[in-house]
């Protein structure tokens, strides 16, 4: 997984989808799309944080007051701590499992880099959408917010990347398992527009944006870089529910049995 260093970056996450394959989408819609009569796309990803969370709150429904459960991960050993109440809260080891208000800028920090002890980032996320899962399940389901080794090394060398996460279309999606917290992500290119890109593939979520200002006091930002610090929902992390013994048991040797047909045809055709 290479990325090109490029004045700016934007990686979409493509859930279910190959990063090999996505690359070959991508140039398929941008194909269809060229022979269709030109459209004003209204939003894009370069708006400043914020620009896109307002527009969707204007829509009403159940965006406002939602906090969407978010897990921010990044590399082994580095840690997290959001802008609360006008100040960076104690670093926790990622990931990171909180409930962010839609359409609000949240700032926070990276620190305990791996391979650039002493330095430290502060990306924003922006959350424009929400999941919609089983009531009283809401924590078990939240947006993966992945800061991977190569953005964060392109952040550090002065890069801004724009990731958009969202929802890929059941009707487009590869049929491709996946392990459960790997997340694939492709790069739409310099000069692209990657909230279009992503509307057109899914449903976009979240916007992060990794690089661009700093503080001038690492220790004490000012108010107008943390920016507004919308309040935070703290979620303890769910236990997943496990199989009784009897029916773990039924489930090892279920694949044995399904097995046994095929297997004793094998043996008589090579008889």
């Not at 009403?60 to 840690?79: D, H, K, M, T, W």
């Not at 790997?182 to 290119?189: S, T, V």
């Not at 990657?194 to 004490?220: N, Q």
């Not at 108010?223 to 919308?230: A, E, I, R, T, V």
Request: glycine share 8%; with cysteine.
């Amino acid at each position: 997984m290479s990325t090109v260093p490029q004045p700016r970056q934007a990686a979409l996450n493509v859930p279910l989808v190959l990063s090999s394959l996505a690359s070959v989408l991508l140039s398929c819609v941008v194909v269809a799309t060229a022979q269709q009569p030109p459209v004003h796309y209204q939003f894009n990803g370069s708006e400043p944080p914020g620009a896109i969370g307002s527009w969707q709150l204007q829509r009403g429904g159940p965006l406002p007051g939602y906090f969407q459960p978010v897990e921010i991960r990044a590399p082994q050993g580095a840690s997290i701590s959001l802008a609360v109440a006008g100040t960076f809260e104690h670093e926790q080891p990622a990931p990171v499992l909180v409930g962010l208000l839609v359409g609000q800028v949240y700032r926070f920090r990276v620190t305990n880099i791996p391979l650039a002890e002493g330095r430290e980032l502060f990306p924003t996320l922006e959350i424009i959408d929400r999941l919609y899962p089983p009531c009283g399940q809401e924590a078990r389901f939240p947006i993966p917010i992945e800061l991977t080794a190569d953005e964060l090394r392109l952040a550090l060398d002065g890069h801004l990347v724009t990731r958009v996460i969202y929802i890929e279309d059941p009707k487009m999606a590869l049929p491709q398992a996946l392990k459960r917290d790997e997340q694939p992500w492709f790069d739409a290119g310099p000069g692209t527009n990657p909230l279009l890109v992503a509307d057109t593939l899914g449903r976009p979520m979240a916007i992060l944006r990794i690089g661009g200002r700093l503080p001038a006091d690492g220790a004490s930002p000012e108010p107008s870089f943390l920016g507004q610090c919308p309040p935070v929902l703290k979620f303890r992390r769910p236990v997943e529910p496990t199989l009784p013994p009897q029916e773990i048991q039924y489930e090892a040797q279920r694949p044995q049995r399904l097995l046994q047909p095929a297997t004793f045809n094998d043996r008589a055709g090579s008889e």
